[in-house]
């Protein structure tokens, strides 16, 4: 089957209308229609938004309803010729420009943008600053410019890209045409330095929730990730995921182990060579089922909707690149998963890697409070939603239920005391050391450090033997997550009181506290490899299943969903897409769940735009109609 045809539209299109007729959606979600409004009428914007948010319609809706073509700049090839397709497969006409097209493709893609046959245009920001390109486009007329991941501008960001700084010369050479950056990871910082870059200052600011309430987050101790990780996985057979980890050995290795296992899973690292990783990309995008075992070099181009894990075997860099890889799950909105497991190893290696980096020591500086702030998530005693959020300036008002923290609040234990003896070390060493030097006070040490300050004639010194220096350092970062302490960078983190109004009662022993520790190393069982007897177990819950997210899926008959399933692998395969292009899950669910009778039936399907309809009407109808036997 080929392309969908093109959707003709009003000279003036109502967004709204575009919405419906294009995409096939009947209302637009969160913030969407307010940033619609302002790019349609002509406005810039900075905007920030989950993944699975609706990023892309807050740009392609635009490009549709104002005069000329939208260009989009994003980063990575597979990106780009996903939301192509897409675009295609509704009806929109749209094209990209990157590095490996042959000359014939590019040769088309700018004769068709000449003529004006084109409503989107995607380059990467290489293709866009090379050569004639900008003068080529300022002979055209230009909807709108569209920055994906506009958070590589930035030196503050987890994932600068030095060539996106160039970006700022289409304020200068375009200037009365609306920009838009958007990005789904920015803290406070970021942000500012994002409009400063792409010179955004006096322009608006869309900030949607960070929430993706259909995550669940877990997060385990370290205890033989490799088992722990098949242990995860085992009612999980069949299912789309991604798996980190942060070297190419363990990769190569964990693949190997799951693929023993009976997983579809395959490694993809910078180590292999180029039509390895091609391969292995183009699997995981058009099969269902397939496990990519991977370094941080996977994931940021894929665009797959219904990945339903995302693992860590390993801490990764920092808790914008764990919100940034964790995002990758459940973009459709489904019950997806976050899991990750940690050890008291991870911290010193990531430590080294930043200062084995060669960067300056202002961004070493910067690197290290991030991974702080990854390391306060990890030993959150708190609703882990609520942690995150908090990084990025957003309140969570009430625990969110659906992480491990607030579906396992057994594992709390009572630290009233212990509490108070690092409180009190703080305070008595002057509020200007980190938790080493304070852990290191309180355990006893026969330190140099401890002995030229002078610190061994403190009374809370040798004062903490009842727990050892991992449950310590574990207690002080979680002190910190609550607000009890605060690290203040510019004392080199050191740490010193954060609310007083809750310090003061617990000092005095009118309040208590309880958090999660860790077990003493001399209590651990020495039970299997994956810590099943002990506190890692994942305890026999399947946490992110479908029917638990209540979107549907348990309504749904489930030989008919399969039927729907199995004819749209086929429909992708004959025109090259992945599945998704064709329609999404939620779309299919949707169907074997309301059954319609009749192509206006299946119009208020969500995702069945007027293109779509056409192109698939009759023979989703006549397999509706079978009941997929």
Not at 112 to 131: F, I, K, M
Not at 181 to 210: H, K
Not at 377 to 396: D, K, M, P
Not at 401 to 425: F, I
Request: aromatic residues 6%.
């Amino acid at each position: 089957m080929t392309p969908a045809p093109a959707i003709p539209l009003a000279p003036t299109p109502d967004p709204l209308e575009v919405l419906a007729e294009v995409f096939g959606y009947g209302a637009f979600r969160g913030p969407q229609a307010e940033i619609v409004g302002h790019v349609v009428g002509g406005g810039s914007a900075l905007v920030l938004m989950p993944t699975g948010g609706g990023k892309s319609l807050c740009y392609q809706i635009p490009a549709l309803c104002r005069p000329g073509t939208g260009v989009v700049i994003s980063p990575l090839i597979a990106l780009m010729d996903d939301q192509v397709a897409a675009l295609r497969q509704a009806g929109v006409r749209a094209a990209a420009l990157h590095s490996a097209q042959g000359p014939q493709q590019a040769q088309a893609a700018w004769t068709a943008l000449r003529c004006g046959e084109l409503d989107l245009v995607y380059l990467s920001p290489e293709r866009l600053l090379a050569g004639d390109c900008l003068d080529r486009l300022a002979e055209l007329p230009i909807a709108l410019f569209a920055i994906d991941e506009a958070h590589c501008v930035s030196q503050w960001g987890h994932d600068f890209r030095p060539e996106y700084l160039q970006l700022a010369v289409l304020a200068q050479r375009f200037p009365a045409i609306p920009r838009l950056a958007l990005t789904a990871t920015a803290d406070g910082r970021t942000r500012e330095d994002i409009r400063e870059r792409l010179r955004l200052q006096n322009d608006r600011v869309f900030l949607a929730s960070f929430d993706r309430p259909n995550i669940t987050y877990l997060v385990r101790e370290k205890e033989g990730p490799g088992a722990q990780l098949q242990a995860f996985l085992a009612p999980r057979k069949g299912e789309a995921g991604i798996v980190y980890a942060r070297s190419r050995q363990r990769v190569d290795r964990l693949a190997q182990e799951l693929a023993a296992a009976g997983f579809d899973a395959l490694a993809y690292h910078a180590g292999l060579d180029p039509q390895r990783r091609s391969a292995v990309l183009e699997r995981f995008r058009r099969d269902s089922g397939v496990i990519v075992v991977a370094t941080i070099a996977f994931g940021m181009g894929i665009d797959k909707p219904d990945v339903r894990f995302v693992a860590h075997v390993d801490l990764p860099k920092s808790l914008e690149a764990y919100y940034q890889e964790t995002g990758r799950a459940g973009r459709d909105g489904l019950a997806a998963v976050a899991w990750m497991v940690h050890g008291p190893g991870d911290v010193p290696q990531l430590r080294r890697f930043i200062e084995d980096s060669g960067a300056e020591p202002s961004q070493k500086a910067i690197e290290h409070g991030k991974l702080d702030a990854l390391i306060t998530f990890t030993e959150a005693s708190i609703c882990r939603r609520q942690v995150l959020l908090g990084h990025f300036g957003e309140t969570l008002e009430q625990p969110c239920g659906n992480c491990d923290v607030c579906l396992e609040p057994d594992r709390s234990q009572d630290v009233t005391e212990a509490a108070r003896k690092a409180l009190s070390a703080v305070y008595r060493t002057g509020n200007r050391f980190g938790a080493a030097h304070l852990v290191d006070v309180l355990l006893g040490a026969n330190s140099e450090k401890i002995r030229t300050l002078g610190h061994q004639e403190l009374s809370v010194y040798g004062i903490g033997q009842e727990l050892d220096k991992g449950q310590w350092r574990s207690l002080f970062r979680q002190l910190v997550a609550t607000g009890l302490l605060v690290s203040d960078p510019a004392n080199q983190g050191g740490l010193r009181f954060g609310d007083r109004e809750r310090v003061s009662p617990l000092l005095r022993g009118e309040v208590t506290l309880e958090l999660r520790l860790p077990l003493a190393k001399r209590e651990r069982p020495k039970g299997s490899k994956d810590g099943s007897s002990g506190p890692w177990a994942e305890s026999g819950r399947r946490f992110g299943s479908s029917s638990a997210a209540g979107d549907g899926a348990g309504e749904a008959d489930q030989q008919l969903l399969q039927a729907l399933k199995d004819w749209r692998r086929e429909q992708a395969r004959s025109q090259g897409v992945p599945p998704y292009v064709v329609f999404h899950d939620r779309t299919l669910i949707e169907l074997a769940s309301l059954r319609p009778l009749d192509l206006a039936g299946l119009a208020g399907v969500s995702g069945v735009g007027k293109a779509k309809l056409a192109s698939y009407g009759e023979a989703v109808l006549e397999l509706l109609a079978s009941g997929g036997s």
